[in-house]
């Protein structure tokens, strides 16, 4: 239904703040728990994208092993809940252990109602684009082009127009930055034609040294050349009555263009110091990052070659084009990797959502998978941040108490500037007692130190 209350479970052992609480989200539908055995019961049942769970719950209120030990099982029974924990004065070491175990975020009592509704309603949207994004990869591992995840309408008509060229014999010509996909695109048109059951035999042309390409398309006869000591099939007869992909056509030399189109015209090979003409059955299909008319124009390409492999082009957009596919194939390549590496439970937190729509990816989904492969590997929490990705979200929200906080290290660190470290003279620049500023700058892990007049030389 379009009007339905959002859930929400929380977890309180005070039944005082249980009620404060619940009339703090009157515009959700509030479940209430007093202990595990009922907010287990509650997640079981209801089902809430959201839980707000307080660490000390009976039989240990004055601890935090019970809320935990909750925490945990949420996490099993529900491993997509997102669990907010609230936590009185001094639990900041165990709601530091709670978000390693999996929870979404903390907060730190005395409660305030805005600051808490915001915490709570970005933890719901992000389930919601979670659950959407989990959706559309089950809708996307159905389509015929395998492994193309997508909900770009640019992408969606690539796709389209793979199942409408495969079952032709029209040579193709794929075209794409780095990184886009191109033998991805490639595969798929072999595998929806007719010559599926045939092989495809893939030859990249940049990386192959220009003295032996010619051996490896065409093959070679014993005694062919220095070190040809017995007869070579070469890539063009294995792909015999399949498809043939030659990846980075660009950069193949001209003195093999003029072979390749002879090859195309007359569908019959020489091996390399060969006299018999081979009659050969492929369907040629071309990829290239460069713009082949500019090569043409710098006479680096033969343009009556280019138009023989251009039967039909298919251009494949880049990344940054394709709107809602960075976080969608980011969470695919999370699953992926998290399941490889018995890293399940990983999540992408908000920052992390934010900076991997805002780049703009110059690496394709090449960039996007090696990242988010590395950022499996390498967190430390149940959640990937912005920074696991190697990736800067200078934009990316923040609660109201962060924004605090940040807010307050900031004019800290300038009254130790403007008094060289003296904490006596900043506290009175700041209004607060001595001891106040001593404590916060042993909270925040501030060096007033730092702050005072060099006796070396200035680098």
């Known amino acids: 239904m379009p009007n339905e209350k959002p859930k929400l479970l929380i977890v309180e052992d005070d039944a005082g703040l249980r009620r404060q609480l619940a009339w703090t989200f009157d515009d959700y539908e509030v479940s209430l728990a007093g202990d595990r055995e009922a907010a287990l019961a509650l997640v079981k049942s209801e089902e809430p994208p959201v839980v707000t769970l307080d660490l000390g719950l009976p039989p240990d209120p004055d601890g935090a092993s019970e809320g935990l030990a909750t925490l945990e099982r949420i996490q099993q029974e529900s491993p997509y809940t997102k669990v907010i924990i609230i936590t009185g004065n001094g639990e900041r070491q165990n ?19 805005e600051t808490i509704r915001l915490i709570v309603a970005r933890a719901l949207n992000l389930h919601e684009l979670e659950s959407e994004n989990r959706r559309l990869q089950a809708v996307q591992q159905h389509s015929p082009l395998e492994g193309v995840v997508t909900v770009s309408p640019s992408m969606l008509a690539v796709c389209r127009m793979v199942e409408r060229v495969s079952p032709s014999s029209a040579n193709v010509l794929i075209l794409g930055e780095s990184g886009t996909g191109k033998e991805l695109i490639a595969r798929a048109l072999h595998r929806m034609s007719a010559r599926a059951a045939k092989r495809l035999v893939a030859v990249n042309c940049a990386a192959i040294p220009e003295n032996l390409l010619e051996s490896e398309l065409f ?42 189109l002879r090859f195309i015209q007359e569908r019959k090979i020489e091996r390399v110091g060969g006299r018999v003409e081979i009659p050969i059955d492929v369907r040629i299909v071309c990829a290239t990052h460069q713009p082949l008319e500019d090569l043409i124009k710098a006479q680096r390409f033969r343009d009556d070659l280019y138009y023989r492999l251009n039967e039909i082009s298919i251009n ?69 941040t912005a920074a696991d990705l190697e990736l800067t979200a200078p934009c990316a929200p923040v609660s109201l108490k962060e924004a605090r906080e940040r807010a307050e290290v900031e004019v800290v660190l300038s009254a130790l500037s403007q008094t060289q470290g003296n904490i006596s003279q900043a506290a009175l620049i700041l209004d607060v007692s001595r001891p106040t500023l001593q404590q916060f700058v042993r909270h925040h892990g501030i060096r007033p130190a730092e702050h005072a007049p060099r006796t070396d030389p200035a680098v």
């Open 316 to 384: 494949l957009p880049p990344l940054r084009h394709r709107p809602g596919d960075a976080v969608l194939l980011a969470n695919y390549f999370l699953m992926a990797a998290a399941g490889r590496n018995r890293k399940d439970r990983r999540r992408f937190a908000p920052d992390a959502i934010g900076a991997l729509e805002r780049h703009a990816w110059p690496g394709n989904v090449r960039e996007l998978e090696n990242r988010v492969k590395r950022a499996v590997i390498m967190a430390d929490g149940a959640y990937i």
């Open 95 to 113: 709601a530091l252990r709670a978000i390693t175990l999996g929870a979404y975020d903390f907060y730190q009592k005395p409660i305030e109602p």
């Open 219 to 260: 093959g070679h006869e014993k005694g062919a050349f220095t070190g040809a000591h017995k007869q070579v099939i070469g890539k063009f007869e294995m792909a015999n009555g399949g498809t043939f992909f030659l990846d980075e056509i660009g950069d193949m030399p001209l003195t093999l263009q003029s072979k390749l």
